[in-house]
């Protein structure tokens, strides 16, 4: 084997399935919240050398020999993330969210303990003790909610919550909250509660590196992020915590759930937050927030109905339960026939399921690291619009044998729309206006 071969050589397939994706990038308005672009700087690190190695271990500390450019590397992720956080410690080893949200219950709980955290339906993670993750076989999870009339976290029935439950740790953090979470406060709370306090701001770490949302930071017992999202960096994720935790954390992260770091990704976690300690960073840190309040007047001024009516941080919820409970799959796959990449999404007191839910969720942290502004948005809302609105005549079969040949008439039958078509040639011009990955090729 010629080790020094390029991709295209050695598997046309799968450079045809890169170059695919690149050109999909490239062509698409990519509104998924928990998406991002990486620098090159960064996916440079990602496809490094460092890939090849084994260190299980902390730097200084490996089972490993020769390990000097390794713990170089893994050294000034844990520095800059410490310093960019204003953190005690950090771990930068997670492989990703979930393993290190478990990585912190292993570390500070025992099974069966008691966890309040927010709802999966209200914009929790499945990681915050959904039943059906191993977090909530695991754990007592109990959940708080939005409430149904401002669909907003109510603080106050958060802390009689607390003080009620007596729970050993209180989780504060979701993945489809369109408001800003006040971190510190649940600190606070948990703090009055005697709970173990744990956010996860995996969604809105840049906008808190970026000094646009409050940080949990230093008030918060153990924060958890995940770094390939608003913080734009590698797939992965990291753990930041007080001194008295560190070993804990530590332990729990290798040998407690991991093996080998994965030392490219560490190093292209390292990257990514040297970004973002640039002052650039916090400039692109409020163009997301100014960029996701114009797509949502722009959503508004369209008739479309928003959860919480607005944002305040990336990403928006668009409640479809006007045209219908269960909308959402129908909304989703006409936006991608029309290159615009949204996600599906369930909505607080979800009338339907999470597989047809009633929501689309949408945010701006990939268009905005693209160069787009808020006249992008508004335009981007009116194409969101004119999609949806083409699929107002399409209902959910209350029978779900009928629900596969209703989806395979849809999609025919949405391929075919002109309109759709026409808001398809108008995204590809918007977004060919943005050039992404110059001279990138894997032909
Ligand atoms: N799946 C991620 C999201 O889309 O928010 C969270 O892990």
Redesign the pocket.
């Known amino acids: 084997m010629k080790i020094d071969r390029r991709l295209r050589e050695v598997d046309p397939e799968i450079a045809d399935a890169i170059q695919g994706e690149l050109n999909w990038e490239r062509e698409t308005i990519h509104l ?4 991002n672009l990486a620098s090159r700087a960064v996916l440079e690190a990602l496809g490094s050398v460092l890939n090849n190695r084994y260190s299980e271990g902390y730097p200084g500390k490996r089972y490993y020999g020769s390990q000097e450019f390794v713990d170089r590397a893994e050294t000034l992720a844990i520095e800059r993330a410490k310093k960019i956080f204003g953190a005690e410690h950090a771990n930068v080893q997670c492989y ?3 393993p290190a949200n478990m990585e912190i219950y292993f570390a500070l709980l025992k099974p069966g303990d008691k966890v309040m955290a927010m709802d999966l339906t209200h914009g929790g ?3 915050h003790g959904s039943p059906v993750s191993a977090t909530g076989k695991t754990y007592n999870f109990v959940h708080y909610g939005v409430d149904r009339e401002t669909e907003r976290i109510d603080y106050e029935a958060v802390r009689e919550m607390a003080l009620r439950e007596k729970p050993k740790m209180i989780v504060s953090g979701a ?2 909250y369109p408001r800003e979470i006040d971190f510190k406060r649940f600190a606070k709370i948990a703090e009055e509660a005697g709970a173990i306090s744990m956010a996860d701001t ?2 809105v770490t840049g906008l808190i590196i970026g000094g646009v949302h409050i940080s949990p930071l230093p008030e918060t017992d153990v924060v958890m992020t ?1 770094t390939h ?1 608003t913080l734009r960096g590698p797939r992965g994720a990291m753990i930041l915590c007080k001194e008295k935790f560190a070993e804990a954390i530590d332990k729990a992260v290798f040998p407690g759930m991991q093996g080998g770091p994965h030392d490219h990704e560490n190093a292209a976690k390292a990257v990514a937050l040297h970004e973002a300690m640039q002052p650039e960073f916090k400039e692109y840190a409020e163009q997301i927030v100014k960029n996701a309040k114009a797509l949502a007047k722009g959503l508004i001024d369209n008739g479309l109905k928003l959860v919480s009516g607005g944002t305040d941080n990336h990403l928006i919820l668009i409640n479809l339960t006007p045209i219908e409970a269960g909308h959402g799959a129908f909304a989703q796959k006409a936006l991608e026939k029309a290159n615009i990449t949204v ?1 599906k999404n369930t909505i607080p007191f979800e009338p339907s399921s999470p597989f047809y839910p009633s929501g689309i ?1 949408i945010g701006t942290p990939a268009m905005t690291t693209r160069g787009m502004k808020e006249g992008d948005m508004k335009e981007i809302a009116g194409f969101i619009a004119t999609v949806i609105n083409e699929t107002k005549k399409y209902k959910l079969p209350e029978e779900k044998t009928e629900r596969n040949a209703c989806f395979s008439r849809f999609n025919k039958e949405i391929d075919e729309n002109s309109t759709i078509r026409k808001v398809r040639k108008d995204v590809i011009a918007l977004s060919r206006r943005f050039p992404l990955y110059e001279g990138v090729s894997y032909v």
């Open positions: 998924i919240p928990s998406d990703s969210g979930s993670h499945l990681t993945t489809a995996s969604h995940t999202k996600n969720r």
